[in-house]
């Protein structure tokens, strides 16, 4: 329960502080317009209580008037409009509450002294629009500003937590593809090739090679190509095959319409490692591990089908931290996070899918 607490309340203060300072500005700006027209009406020598009075009542008019305002672009999709459509927004709301504060000032005073007149088009409520239109025009330059630098220091702010979450989710591949039983496997496997088939042993050495140049580059790439992915898934299944032999059959199937595609690293080759670590490596007679490519339209469809089954109190277990980490990046890289799926598709298969729209937030 403290713990709760303690996370929700920063975020609670930093909105009331927002809030408070809100009004605070919003009283104070008013208030010094308020003097400063009775400082001027003083000094020419033309204030009455009625003329403090009636600038009193407007103050109020203004700031509730501004208030809403306020209220109104909050509610709205303002801040989405580009910056041209919010200019031309600011100024029709300029020229509109500089119009409507004098009026309703009118109106109001007519109702409580019906002896007044509301007279709108004359030289006196000409100059009462400009003059409220100086205040307005301050008003609402403050007021966008803020929002801007405010909405400017937000986006900074997730920009930066999304850089770290990428940079967090890169080195979490880099520890989960340099697997230490992955290598150890396979370095056994070679060990032993070299006794029995040299000429095997140098290409399973190659594959290696080739496997963890491309995993170490993984850290300076954002996305990498299909082509590529499937090179690397290649590598990799080819050195399982040398540890189980006849026990590991594989296949891979890309489209040629998408290869020259590009995706967040390591989706082909965290799926292929699923297969072989929970289907493969469990079954006696080992199985068949089929990864499919395909670009139907506008998105594409990756397939891992392998010989096994997922048991119901296996299902979170078989979801760790490799297909937890591609739905992290996913979210990372796409605006409709796409959600990857393992399920049963009938008594002796399992198939993980997932399916990925081909444009990505660079």
Not at 44 to 64: E, K, Q
Not at 70 to 81: A, D, E, L, T
Not at 320 to 329: P, S, W
Request: positive net charge; aromatic residues 12%.
């Amino acid at each position: 329960m403290s713990n709760t607490i303690n996370k929700k309340q920063p975020f609670r203060l930093d909105k009331v502080n927002r809030k408070t300072l809100y009004w605070i500005f919003q009283a104070c700006g008013w208030l010094a317009m308020l003097f400063y027209e009775l400082v001027n009406y003083i000094g020419l020598g033309f204030f009455t209580i009625p003329d403090f009075l009636s600038l009193s009542g407007l103050t109020v008019i203004a700031m509730l008037y501004t208030h809403l305002y306020r209220y109104i672009i909050n509610q709205s999709n303002f801040f989405k409009h580009t910056y041209l459509m919010q200019f031309f927004w600011m100024l029709v709301s300029w020229v509109s509450l500089s119009l409507i504060i004098p009026l309703t000032g009118s109106c109001l005073f007519y109702l409580i002294d019906h002896t007044s007149r509301i007279v709108i088009w004359n030289l006196s409520f000409f100059m009462n629009v400009i003059n409220w239109s100086r205040y307005l025009a301050v008003w609402l330059l403050m007021y966008h500003i803020s929002k801007f630098l405010y909405h400017k220091a937000k986006a900074d702010v997730k920009q930066l937590h999304t850089a770290l979450e990428l940079q967090t989710a890169q080195l979490e591949i880099l520890r989960l593809q340099l697997n230490p039983h992955f290598l150890f496997n396979a370095l056994n496997s070679i060990r032993s090739l070299i006794i029995t088939d040299g000429e095997q042993a140098r290409t399973a050495t190659t594959l290696l090679s080739q496997l963890l140049r491309h995993t170490l580059n993984y850290e300076k790439q954002r996305f990498i190509s299909v082509q590529q992915e499937a090179d690397i898934v290649r590598d990799y299944l080819a050195l399982e095959k040398i540890r189980f032999e006849e026990r590991l059959e594989f296949n891979v199937d890309v489209d040629p319409e998408a290869l020259e595609l590009i995706v967040p690293p390591s989706i082909l080759l965290t799926l292929a490692e699923n297969a072989i670590k929970h289907g493969i490596s469990k079954l006696v007679k080992g199985g068949h591990v089929m990864v499919e490519v395909k670009k139907i339209g506008e998105e594409l469809f990756i397939t891992v089908i392998n010989t096994g089954q997922i048991q119901q109190q296996e299902d979170k277990g078989r979801q760790g931290i490799g297909i937890v980490n591609l739905n992290k990046r996913f979210r990372l890289f796409y605006s409709n996070a796409p959600v990857l799926s393992l399920t049963n598709i009938n008594d002796h298969q399992v198939a993980a899918t997932v399916q990925l729209p081909i444009s990505v937030q660079q």
